[in-house]
C-alpha cells in the first residue's frame, strides 16, 4: 500500500468530523447489540475469567455421548457430529469443555421438550479447553449438547491420526493422556467416566474397530458404509479408540467361559494389510493371561469383546483402550525369528495392557495425579501374570528388578514423586515415566512381599468391588489394601513411599558382645551421589526384612520402620554377615562398612537370587556415593559374576560398562578394564552349552548378556570379529545372499552393531541402511537403525541425519537414533552441533508425547561446560518444547553428577583394576 505522508496528521476540522462519526458509529452497534440480544433471549455471557488449563469443576458433568464419525483414510480430514447428555448443577449461560484444533460448525443446546438454545463453541486456550456459550443463561437439569466439526487427521501419532503403510493409509487413535479433544469435544478427564454410541461411517472396503462390538452395517452413499457399534460401558474418553483402513482381521478361538463368566468372549487380532499371520504367537496366550487375571481380580472382564491391534506406527508400546486394545507392532508381530528378549518384553506389555482392562478401565482414577495407580500395579501385573503363564520364561523377580532400574532416575534432587500432583495437563506426561512405572510397581511388589500373596490379593478385590465402573483415588485404594488384607499398618507405608522422592538407605550396623549377638540397627537416609544438592529431609515407613548369615539364629525377620533410627534384636552366636534386604523385595538400598560388605561379599553364595540382586544395586550406589572403596566394589563384581541366577549373574556387565563410560578415559585405563572384564565373564561363556531353540530362556538371555559385555566394553577382540562376519553373511552385504541363518535371534542387535563398527568401507552401512529402510518388521528395522547410528565415520552420520530430515526415518524412530548418535563417543560432538543447527525442525519432526524429552539427547555429557551449553540452548529454545522442564532440570543434574564422580573417583577405579 502506498501511504502519501502529507495526509497522515488531518487538520482539526477534519478531527472533529471523525469523531463524531465515530460516535455514530457506536451508537448505532449499540443498538444492533441490544436488539440482537433481545431477539435470541438475553444478554451476552459475562467474562468467564481465564479458561482452566487443570480439572474442570462439575457446574456440567457429562452423562452420556453419542459419537457419529465420518472417516475416510484417503483425505486429509474426517467430521463428526457429537451429542453430550449433561446434568448442570447450577445455572449457568457458558461452560467449560475441551477440544482443540476442531472446526465447530454446529452448536446448540436441546432439551426432551424441544426446546433448542443456540450456542458458541471457542477454543480459548493452547491446553485444549474451549468455553461453549449459551444464547441465554439455562438452570439446573440435564440437556443435550449438539456440536458439529470437521478436524485434520493429526499427524503426530496423538488423538485421531493417519499412517501409511506400504501406500495404504491407516487411522489409529491414541487418546491418553489427553489427546482426546483432538478427536472430538467433550470433558477429556478421567474422572467424567459415560457410556459412549458411536458410529462410523467409512468407505466400503476398509475395516472399522470401536471399542464396543458392531451391531449393524448400513450401506450409505458414495460407497461408504455406516457401522454402528453397541454402547460401551462407563468409560473416560482417554480409553475411546478406532481403527480404520485396510487392516487384516484374524478370528482367534474365544476365550472360555468361567464360573464368573457365562459367556465366551470373541478374540481377534488386527494388523496391516499383508501381516495377520503374525499375529498368532501373542492371540494364542491371550486366553491363559484372561483367565489367570479374571480368578486374582475375581470379578469377569467387563467389556463384551477383545481386539488387539498392531498399529502401524504408534508412539508407545500400547494402549489399553478398553477392548480395542492398540499395540506397537513389534508387541504383536511375530515369528521364529524374533529374539527371546523381545518375545519376553512383548508378553509383559501384553498382560500390562490386559491387566488394565480392570485396574484402569473398570475402576478409574479420579484425576492425573494418581495416574500412578494405575501404571504402576498394571507394571507389576505385568511381571506377576507373565510369570504365572509362561513360568519358563525367567521373569522372577522382574518387578524387583525394574524398581531397582528406577532408582537410578529416583537418586536425582530433581526426580518427582510416585504421586505429584498435576496442575496443568500440558505437563501431565511428566507422570508418565519411569517413577510412576517401575518404581510405582517395585513398591507394590515391597508391599505384596510383606503382606503376602493371599493378603495383597485380597485387598485388590476389595478394590474392584467397591468401585465397579467407577472412580477411585489412591486413598481409596490404601483402603481397600487395609481392608482386604486385615492390616492397616501398611497404609501408611505405602503412602510414605507414594508421597515422597527418593530412595531410603538403610545403614546396617551388627551389635554383638562376647561372641554373642545383641542387635542390628539401622539409620535410615535418603540417598545422595556424590555431587548431589539433595537434602535430608523426610522420614519413610518402611517395610524391612533381614537376616543373619553365619550365625544369630538365620531367620527371616520383617518389621516396618518408621524412625530414623531403630534396632532389632538378635539371638545366637554373632552372626558372620547381615543381609539387609531379605529376600530383595526392598525399594530401598543398604549400607555397611567397608569388613560388613567384605563379609557380605565372602558368603554371596549364601544369598538368594533377589538378595543378590539388592547386594549388586547397593555396593553399586554406596560407589557411586563415596561410601565404599573402588576396590571392595569390584571384588563384588567378581563374586557376582560367578553366581548361578542368570540376571544376578549379569548385574556387573551394566554397573561395569556405565561406569567406564562415566571415568575411564586413556588408552591404558581402558586396556586393563578389558582384561578385568574377559577374566570375568570368559569363563563363564566358555562353559554355557551351544545356543538351542530348546534351551530355557534365562540360559539365552544369560549368553546374550555376556556376548555383549565381551564384545563391547570388554573389546574381545575374537568376539568382535566372529560376530561381524556373521552378519555380513546374514545381510548379504559380502555380494552373496542373505543367509538369515548366520546368526542366533538373540544376537542380531549386536552382530549388526559390531559389523557397523568394523567397516572400512562403508559397503556394510550402505547395505543394512537400504534393508532397514525396506524392513517389514518392526523389531528389525529397530535393530538396524540402532546399528547404524554407531557408525565412526563422520560421513556415514551425515547420511543418517539427513534421512532424519528429509523423513525417511521417521518419528520415534527418528528420536530414538538421534539418542544413539549422542552416546556414541565418535558421533556426540557432530551430532550435537546439529541438533543445534536444525532444533526447530528436529522438534517439530518428534512427536508431540517425544517432545518433552528432547533434553535427555544430552544425558551423556559428563563436563561442566557441556552442562553449561545445554542449559543455555534448551533455555533458549524452550518454546518449541513444551513441558521440558523436568526433563532438562534431570539432565543437567545427571550431567553434574558425572562429573562430580569423575572428579572423586576415576583415579581410584582406574588404579584398582591394575
Avoid at 501385573?381 to 504365572?388: D, F, L, N, R
Avoid at 467407577?470 to 481409596?476: E, N, P, R
Avoid at 538369515?740 to 567397516?759: F, N, Y
Wanted: some cysteine.
Amino acid at each position: 500500500m502506498l501511504i502519501n505522508k502529507k495526509n497522515l496528521r488531518p487538520s482539526g476540522a477534519r478531527l472533529r468530523e471523525k469523531g463524531a462519526s465515530m460516535m455514530r458509529l457506536r451508537s448505532l452497534m449499540a443498538a444492533f447489540l441490544a436488539l440482537a440480544a433481545a431477539a435470541c433471549g438475553g444478554k451476552p455471557e459475562a467474562d468467564p475469567g481465564p479458561a482452566p488449563v487443570g480439572q474442570l469443576d462439575n457446574l456440567a458433568t457429562p452423562l452420556a455421548y453419542r459419537l457419529d464419525l465420518r472417516i475416510d483414510p484417503r483425505e486429509e480430514r474426517f467430521s463428526g457430529d457429537v451429542q453430550i447428555r449433561i446434568n448442570f448443577t447450577a445455572a449457568t449461560q457458558g461452560f467449560w469443555l475441551h477440544g482443540k484444533g476442531l472446526d465447530v460448525t454446529r452448536a446448540e443446546l436441546t432439551y426432551d421438550d424441544g426446546r433448542r438454545i443456540p450456542a458458541n463453541y471457542a477454543e480459548q486456550s493452547d491446553a485444549g479447553v474451549a468455553r461453549v456459550s449459551l444464547d441465554r443463561q439455562i438452570q439446573p437439569g440435564e440437556a443435550t449438547l449438539l456440536l458439529s466439526y470437521n478436524a485434520a487427521f493429526n499427524a503426530s501419532l496423538e488423538g485421531i491420526y493417519k499412517v501409511v503403510s506400504d501406500g495404504s493409509p491407516y487411522i489409529v487413535t491414541q487418546m491418553e493422556p489427553v489427546s482426546a479433544r483432538l478427536g472430538f469435544p467433550g470433558f477429556d478427564q478421567p474422572n467424567f467416566k459415560t457410556p459412549f454410541k458411536v458410529s462410523i461411517t467409512a468407505p466400503a472396503d476398509n475395516v472399522v474397530i470401536a471399542n464396543g462390538a458392531e451391531l449393524a452395517a448400513e450401506p450409505a452413499e458414495d460407497g461408504f458404509v455406516k457401522h454402528v457399534f453397541a454402547e460401551t460401558q462407563a468409560l473416560p474418553t482417554y480409553l475411546i479408540a478406532l481403527a480404520v483402513g485396510p487392516y487384516d482381521i484374524v478370528e482367534a478361538e474365544a476365550i472360555p467361559a468361567t464360573a464368573l463368566r457365562a459367556d465366551p468372549v470373541p478374540l481377534r487380532g488386527i494388523a496391516a494389510k499383508g501381516k495377520g499371520e503374525r499375529l498368532r504367537r501373542m492371540l494364542d496366550s491371550t486366553s491363559s493371561i484372561m483367565l489367570f487375571l479374571e480368578e486374582y481380580f475375581g470379578v469377569a472382564y467387563p467389556y463384551g469383546k477383545l481386539d488387539l491391534i498392531a498399529a502401524p506406527n504408534f508412539a508407545f508400546g500400547a494402549m489399553e483402550n478398553a477392548g480395542a486394545i492398540v499395540y506397537r507392532e513389534s508387541v504383536l508381530l511375530m515369528d521364529e525369528t524374533t529374539p527371546i528378549s523381545v518375545r519376553r518384553g512383548a508378553l509383559i506389555t501384553h498382560v500390562h495392557e490386559l491387566a488394565h482392562q480392570w485396574f484402569g478401565n473398570y475402576v478409574t482414577p479420579v484425576w492425573w495425579d494418581d495416574i500412578w495407580l494405575n501404571e504402576s500395579f498394571a507394571t507389576w501385573m505385568g511381571h506377576k501374570g507373565a510369570a504365572a503363564v509362561l513360568p519358563e520364561g525367567a521373569y522372577e523377580r522382574q518387578s524387583e528388578r525394574a524398581g531397582i532400574g528406577a532408582m537410578g532416575v529416583d537418586s536425582l534432587a530433581s526426580t518427582r514423586r510416585i504421586r505429584e500432583p498435576v496442575t496443568d495437563t500440558r505437563n501431565v506426561l511428566d507422570a508418565f515415566d519411569g517413577i510412576t512405572y517401575s518404581k510405582g510397581g517395585g513398591v507394590l511388589a515391597m508391599v505384596e512381599n510383606y503382606l503376602g500373596e493371599a493378603a495383597f490379593r485380597d485387598g485388590v478385590r476389595t478394590h474392584m468391588r467397591r468401585f465397579p465402573f467407577g472412580v477411585a483415588t489412591a486413598k481409596d485404594f490404601f483402603e481397600s489394601l487395609a481392608q482386604g488384607s486385615g492390616q492397616p499398618d501398611l497404609a501408611g507405608a505405602l503412602e510414605s513411599f507414594v508421597a515422597q522422592r527418593g530412595v531410603p538407605v538403610l545403614e546396617a550396623k551388627l551389635q554383638c558382645e562376647g561372641g554373642a549377638a545383641q542387635s542390628v540397627s539401622f539409620t535410615q537416609s535418603r540417598y545422595a551421589p556424590l555431587g548431589s544438592r539433595i537434602a535430608q529431609e523426610g522420614i519413610w515407613s518402611i517395610p524391612v526384612c533381614w537376616r543373619a548369615l553365619g550365625g544369630g539364629d538365620g531367620a527371616r525377620n520383617c518389621a516396618i520402620f518408621s524412625a530414623a533410627q531403630q534396632s532389632a534384636p538378635l539371638s545366637g552366636a554373632c552372626p558372620a554377615a547381615i543381609m539387609p534386604n531379605a529376600g530383595g523385595a526392598g525399594y530401598y538400598r543398604f549400607d555397611l562398612d567397608e569388613a560388613g560388605w567384605q563379609a557380605l561379599i565372602g558368603r554371596i553364595g549364601e544369598l538368594d537370587a533377589g538378595e543378590q540382586n539388592a547386594l549388586a544395586n547397593s555396593i553399586g550406589a554406596a560407589f557411586r556415593a563415596g561410601k565404599v572403596s573402588a576396590t571392595t566394589f569390584l571384588s563384588a563384581q567378581a563374586a557376582l559374576a560367578r553366581v548361578e541366577a542368570w540376571d544376578a549373574a549379569s548385574t556387573p556387565t551394566g554397573a561395569l560398562a556405565g561406569l567406564a563410560d562415566d571415568l575411564l578415559s586413556d588408552a591404558d585405563a581402558k586396556a586393563r578394564f578389558a582384561a578385568f572384564g574377559q577374566r570375568l565373564y570368559a569363563p563363564r561363556l566358555a562353559a554355557l552349552p551351544a545356543p538351542s531353540t530348546a534351551e530355557p530362556f534365562s540360559t539365552t538371555l544369560f549368553r546374550t548378556n555376556v556376548f555383549n559385555f565381551l564384545a563391547g566394553p570388554a573389546a574381545d577382540p575374537a568376539i568382535r570379529a566372529d560376530l561381524a562376519g556373521k552378519a555380513r553373511r546374514f545381510i548379504g552385504s559380502d555380494g552373496a545372499s542373505p543367509d538369515r541363518t548366520a546368526l542366533s535371534p538373540d544376537l542380531v542387535p549386536l552382530a549388526l552393531q559390531l559389523a557397523v563398527e568394523d567397516d572400512a568401507d562403508g559397503g556394510f552401512f550402505t547395505a543394512l541402511f537400504e534393508v532397514a529402510k525396506a524392513a517389514k518388521d518392526q523389531s528389525f528395522q529397530g535393530f538396524a537403525y540402532n546399528a547404524l547410528a554407531e557408525t565412526e565415520s563422520e560421513d556415514r552420520l551425515a547420511v543418517l541425519r539427513t534421512a532424519i530430515l528429509d523423513g525417511v526415518i521417521g518419528g520415534r524412530e527418528a528420536f530414538v537414533m538421534i539418542g544413539r548418535m549422542m552416546g556414541n563417543p565418535a558421533a556426540q560432538g557432530p551430532t550435537w552441533e546439529w541438533v543445534k543447527a536444525n532444533f526447530a525442525q528436529i522438534a517439530e519432526l518428534t512427536p508431540a508425547n517425544r517432545k518433552p524429552n528432547l533434553p535427555n539427547l544430552a544425558g551423556d555429557f559428563c563436563t561442566t561446560d557441556a552442562r553449561a551449553e545445554v542449559e543455555a540452548f534448551f533455555t533458549a529454545n524452550a518454546a518449541l518444547v513444551p513441558g521440558l522442564e523436568r526433563n532438562l532440570a534431570q539432565t543437567l543434574e545427571q550431567i553434574d553428577l558425572c562429573a562430580s564422580l569423575r572428579a572423586a573417583k576415576a583415579e581410584e577405579f582406574a588404579a584398582a583394576l591394575r
